[in-house]
């Protein structure tokens, strides 16, 4: 599985939108970039993912560049409930063995 | 549903001691997985199953047994505990991979 960069911690003002960079350069074509976050030390919990495509839900966003060597989370409004530990994957889909990094650890700020 | 469900939720053991920390998941999902947090740290892979009957390793699979007997529970065995094993035990399941979804952890601490 492809390794990825991610800055250990950010900050952010409540209610404006948080955007956690990650960088994948070796990422091959077959891989998915994932999105999971961790509040306290409690059981990570899955956020987003994506191939080639930005993608949207009701959590998050996902912009990933057009040679996909790095993408973007964004959290449109954050909230001090978002305070947590995102961890940025690359897997291929299926794969059961997530290689989690150390993530970026996001504070929202009142 | 209740999801992933891992007890117990704290332990502590004495060196050498050996234990089964317990996983059940109901939501029929074919994967399931172990992994353990050590402070400050990501969480590392120790043992995973693709369905009942087959197990394989992970990245840190020293010192830990599983076996997959039902698509329901995945049970984790500490067979001689160290001070090493000391950390918060995640397990994990999901149907395709893609969305995996974790317990709330158990916490050991090995004295």
């Known amino acids: 599985d492809a390794k990825t960069t991610q800055p250990p911690s950010m900050d952010c003002a409540e209610g404006r939108a948080a955007n956690l960079p990650c960088n994948h350069s070796?990422?091959?074509?077959?891989?998915?970039v994932y999105w999971y976050r961790q509040i306290h030390s409690q059981g990570p919990q899955y956020i987003i993912h994506?191939?080639?495509n930005n993608e949207t839900n009701e959590m998050a966003s996902l912009i990933i560049t057009e040679d996909r060597k790095s993408s973007t989370l964004i959290l449109p409004h954050a909230t001090l409930r978002d305070t947590a530990v995102y961890y940025c994957?690359?897997?291929?889909?299926?794969?059961?063995?997530?290689?989690f990094g150390q993530g970026t650890r996001l504070t929202i700020n009142p | 549903n209740a999801g992933v469900t891992q007890t117990p939720k704290f332990q502590v053991l004495k060196t050498g001691q050996s234990m089964t920390l317990q996983c059940a998941q109901d939501m029929n999902h074919e994967y399931m997985s172990w992994y353990r947090q050590d402070p400050g740290m990501g969480l590392r892979l120790i043992h995973y199953s693709v369905g009942a009957g087959i197990t394989d390793q992970g990245e840190v699979p020293n010192g830990y047994n599983v076996s997959r007997s039902t698509t329901e529970d995945f049970p984790l065995r500490l067979l001689s505990a160290a001070p090493s094993q000391t950390s918060v035990y995640f397990c994990a399941s999901s149907y395709s991979g893609t969305y995996v979804f974790f317990g709330q952890g158990t916490r050991l601490t090995v004295v």
């Open positions: 994506g191939l080639k």
């Open positions: 994957i690359v897997s291929i889909q299926g794969a059961q063995k997530l290689v």
């Open positions: 070796t990422i091959s074509g077959n891989e998915y």
